[in-house]
């Protein structure tokens, strides 16, 4: 169950948040927790959480280790502060950014490669969906984002699938929609890696009141929260549905 906190809180606002969200959540051991937290609220958040069940990570880096590349942040600094994750390719990136298909898998294995785990995001955008084109968008961001890990690479990944129309809009997607996606998406990673033991995680406006029936789909092995992610107790009961 991973938090993807965005553009929010300030570090004085994560330690205010882990100081009652670890009690909410310290007796989980059935769920791995990750909170993907701001580059600068990173050290407060690794502090706070050492020592628990909760492990911490950064929304995006660069695939250089170092170098002139004003304003970017890399692995291996990502890794030397003790980060365990990474979001690459989130649809904000991807809209906003100038992500594509081929960054994520360069922002992906520079990631592994210095030791982080990657949530590698994947979605459609709402005309895609109407025009039915879910499944080959889905397919065109696997080719090229995801299938040219090696298999121990993609060893070390979550899909993240997150249909953009349901992202911070209070619409999800249907469980049963949801639970095709994924179908799709383990289809698709079965046919170049073994496909069986990947989590795929759900986001797009995923909240307390929705988690369990997402959850109870075949294929959804987890979620990606946003806005939900932001309050403790909504976190915790979201972890804990
Ligand atoms: P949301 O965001 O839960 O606010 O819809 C999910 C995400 O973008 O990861």
Same mark, same amino acid.
């Given at each position: $169950?991973?938090?993807?906190?965005?553009?929010?809180?300030?570090?004085?606002?994560?330690?205010?948040?882990?100081?009652?969200?670890?009690?909410?959540?310290?007796? =989980?051991? @059935? @769920?791995?927790?990750?909170? +993907?937290?701001?580059?600068? #609220?990173?050290?407060?958040?690794?502090?706070?959480?050492?020592?628990?069940?909760?492990?911490?990570?950064?929304?995006?880096?660069?695939?250089?280790?170092?170098?002139?590349?004003t304003g970017e942040i890399s692995g291996p600094m990502l890794k030397a502060i003790g980060c365990t994750w990474v979001i690459v390719?989130?649809? /904000?990136?991807?809209?906003?950014?100038?992500?594509?298909? /081929?960054? =994520?898998?360069?922002?992906?294995?520079?990631?592994?490669?210095?030791?982080?785990?990657?949530? =590698? +995001?994947?979605?459609?955008?709402?005309?895609?969906?109407?025009?039915? !084109?879910?499944? @080959?968008?889905?397919?065109?961001?696997?080719e090229g984002g995801i299938a040219g890990l090696t298999p121990e690479e993609f060893a070390q990944?979550?899909?993240?699938?997150?249909?953009?129309?349901?992202?911070?809009?209070?619409?999800?997607?249907?469980?049963? $929609?949801? @639970?095709?996606?994924?179908?799709?998406?383990?289809?698709?990673?079965?046919?170049?890696?073994?496909?069986?033991?990947?989590?795929?995680?759900?986001?797009?406006?995923?909240?307390? #009141?929705? =988690?369990?029936?997402? $959850?109870? !789909?075949?294929?959804?092995?987890?979620?990606?929260?946003?806005?939900?992610?932001?309050?403790?107790?909504?976190?915790?009961?979201?972890?804990?549905?």
């Amino acid at each position: $169950m991973a938090a993807n906190w965005k553009m929010f809180k300030t570090p004085a606002e994560t330690t205010a948040f882990f100081n009652d969200f670890l009690p909410l959540v310290n007796d =989980v051991t @059935a @769920a791995e927790i990750a909170i +993907c937290a701001p580059f600068v #609220d990173l050290p407060t958040a690794i502090a706070a959480t050492a020592g628990s069940n909760v492990t911490i990570g950064g929304q995006n880096l660069y695939w250089a280790k170092e170098g002139a590349f004003t304003g970017e942040i890399s692995g291996p600094m990502l890794k030397a502060i003790g980060c365990t994750w990474v979001i690459v390719g989130h649809s /904000e990136r991807r809209q906003y950014f100038g992500e594509t298909d /081929e960054t =994520v898998l360069r922002r992906t294995k520079a990631a592994i490669e210095a030791g982080l785990k990657v949530i =590698v +995001c994947v979605g459609e955008v709402l005309a895609e969906r109407e025009a039915g !084109q879910t499944e @080959a968008v889905l397919a065109k961001q696997f080719e090229g984002g995801i299938a040219g890990l090696t298999p121990e690479e993609f060893a070390q990944i979550v899909i993240a699938y997150e249909p953009v129309w349901a992202i911070g809009t209070g619409k999800t997607a249907t469980p049963e $929609m949801a @639970a095709d996606a994924h179908k799709a998406i383990r289809a698709l990673a079965a046919t170049k890696f073994d496909a069986a033991s990947v989590r795929i995680l759900y986001g797009g406006s995923v909240k307390p #009141d929705n =988690v369990a029936s997402l $959850m109870a !789909q075949e294929d959804i092995d987890g979620a990606l929260v946003g806005g939900a992610s932001l309050d403790p107790v909504s976190f915790s009961k979201v972890v804990k549905f």
